[in-house]
């Protein structure tokens, strides 16, 4: 450390690093950040596999060097080794399967005797790769976090990057690897070469944006007590240490009685919030077929064969609630004798005609997918027909269909189709008992969810995971509510003695909340079930209501929660804390919608 003191002026930041030898004295024979790393991580996933074995001359790593333990590799980043800093990639806290050697790839055996498989967990996981991505990001959003994330900063973006302060921090890397290295100015060819190469895969320094200590984030205190793994910072080179506060005892059940400081979330009917309300009812005398929430916040009723088609305003961009704009909007409805599907799209003239289908391909659902022009029919026979569409002046509907492909998966009648734009997925229901995942980019079959004892009944999809909840009749009676992630793995399933009626996901942003599934049964209750374990949290009841619900949905925002009962009565539920603010437009959509 004193010749790198040297190498560095008191009141100066580091000099200009010299395209030559001699090289200024560093701490690190590796760089955090680099393509190296990422493939180390990522070495069971296809198609990293590939370009890892690439980059090692198509063999894998030495076992005792591969990627086997995050607790390993904790130790060696932070303070046990000063040749294998690495900072943490995305992965860690959105992708459990980087975590599986899902492919049955040989790494060899360490020297210890144990082969080298799975990544080896913390204690607080349990050894699930799933649980450990949930509870990480919830640590990544921790307030331990985001009060001390400036530290980060400071190393990697600040004024501890470079000069006399990266001395004192323990943070000077090779020269070459400080953004600004002019690699023109180094006239031999082979050493440009070699600096070239080396900035490409060794890794590189972002350039500096602050001069001075960035500011702390102020936050609530945390508990950190027990084995929240909240010290697991982004920059694994150093290790925070945990701090221990006295804080207000928790009055709402913890989601993981091993772990402290989780949060639940800010939603409707959230176990760390307020009991919910009704704070609106109104009857219709007529069963929904949908409840749909729009970016707008206003609440959609459907009638049965009823499917709601929109565009949004380009001013939408990264899913803005207050400006959301409804550039255009209609109602597609079916189930005639004639076969025709009628879109009317201006409420003060009747439908017209829109699509003819044969009565082979009659059609039984329909789906539409959110600005991309792109519908789908299900049909009687079990095939799903898609059709692009595009928007002209030409014809009364201001839309016409440009072409068609048809899906095949399914033998029997498809009784439901849902659309998950986020992850760019549709879930097709058949009463052949089939659940099929389709990829909406390429239009092709991605896999079957299967496991079902009988035909699904009910189906939905997280907008912020893409996990997917089916439900089905149980054969002792009830129903069973199962939970897949979006690549297709049953999380888990759990047994309702009711029936359960319909299924909706909570909506509200990933690592400051668990979200729920809501069940609308047939005694006219909701339950809610966490996300994580498919643990029941809470149920909301109304006296004064026992039907079935038939269809549920959270806002968008998640402070209200709509129902819709058998017999067309539509109640909302707000968080009691909550009555005042203003509530979700309600637009309903009867069968004389269409008729007229």
Not at 309 to 325: I, P
Request: aromatic share 10%; glycine share 6%; proline share 6%.
């Amino acid at each position: 450390e004193e010749e790198s003191r040297k190498g560095a002026r008191e009141d100066d930041p580091m000099p200009p690093v010299a395209p030559c030898p001699p090289v200024q004295p560093y701490h690190y024979g590796s760089h955090y950040s680099n393509s190296g790393t990422v493939l180390h991580f990522l070495v069971r996933m296809p198609p990293f596999t590939k370009m890892f074995l690439a980059y090692q001359d198509q063999s894998f790593d030495i076992p005792d060097r591969t990627f086997h333990s995050t607790n390993t590799t904790w130790r060696l980043s932070s303070f046990e080794s000063m040749t294998d800093v690495k900072e943490l990639i995305p992965e860690f806290f959105y992708l459990p399967e980087f975590l599986v050697n899902r492919e049955g790839f040989d790494f060899g055996v360490r020297q210890n005797g144990e082969r080298v498989n799975h990544v080896n967990l913390p204690p607080w996981a349990r050894n699930d790769p799933r649980l450990f991505i949930l509870i990480h990001r919830q640590a990544l959003e921790s307030d331990y976090v985001s009060q001390n994330i400036c530290q980060w900063i400071d190393l990697v973006f600040g004024y501890k990057q470079k000069g006399k302060a990266s001395v004192q921090a323990i943070n000077v890397f090779h020269p070459a690897t400080y953004f600004g290295m002019d690699v023109s100015a180094v006239e031999d060819p082979v050493q440009r070469r070699a600096l070239e190469t080396m900035i490409k895969t060794y890794g590189q320094t972002p350039r500096q944006l602050f001069q001075s200590a960035h500011a702390s984030r102020p936050g609530s205190k945390l508990n950190l007590e027990g084995e929240l793994p909240a010290a697991v910072g982004l920059l694994v080179q150093f290790a925070f240490r945990e701090t221990r506060e006295q804080v207000k005892e928790i009055t709402y059940p913890s989601p993981l009685s091993w772990i402290k400081g989780l949060k639940w979330g800010e939603y409707v009917g959230s176990p760390s919030a307020p009991v919910p309300v009704v704070c609106f009812s109104q009857p219709h005398g007529e069963r929904f077929g949908s409840l749909q929430a729009l970016p707008t916040r206003a609440i959609c009723g459907l009638s049965q064969n009823f499917c709601l088609l929109m565009t949004y305003s380009k001013e939408q961009g990264v899913r803005s609630m207050n400006s959301t704009d409804i550039q255009w909007s209609a109602i597609l409805s079916w189930g005639y004798a004639d076969n025709i599907l009628r879109l009317k799209s201006k409420q003060s003239e009747p439908p017209i005609n829109f699509i003819q289908s044969s009565q082979q391909y009659q059609v039984t659902s329909c789906a539409w997918v959110p600005d991309s022009c792109q519908l789908f029919t299900g049909s009687k026979c079990g095939v799903i027909t898609a059709y692009a569409n595009r928007f002209t002046s030409s014809t009364p509907s201001e839309i016409e269909m440009e072409s068609q492909i048809h899906l095949y998966g399914h033998t029997e009648e498809i009784t439901s189709l849902f659309v998950c734009k986020p992850y760019s997925i549709m879930i097709s229901v058949s009463r052949d008992g089939t659940c099929i995942i389709w990829d909406l980019n390429r239009l092709c079959y991605v896999q079957s969810l299967a496991g079902h004892k009988s035909p699904v009944t009910a189906v939905s999809a997280s907008e912020t995971t893409g996990d997917i909840a089916t439900v089905c009749d149980s054969a002792g009676g009830g129903s069973d509510l199962r939970l897949w992630t979006v690549n297709g793995d049953l999380v888990g399933h759990v047994h309702c003695r009711e029936i359960i009626c319909s299924v909706a996901f909570s909506n509200q942003p990933e690592g400051v909340s668990i979200n729920v599934i809501a069940g609308g049964l047939e005694n006219g209750i909701v339950r809610l079930w966490s996300t994580w374990d498919l643990k029941p949290v809470r149920e909301i009841t109304f006296p004064k209501s026992n039907k079935p619900i038939v269809s549920l949905t959270f806002s968008c925002d998640g402070h209200h929660l709509y129902t819709a009962n058998s017999d067309g009565t539509v109640i909302a539920w707000c968080r009691k804390d909550q009555q005042r603010l203003k509530q979700p437009m309600f637009y309903s959509f009867l069968s004389s919608y269409a008729a007229g």
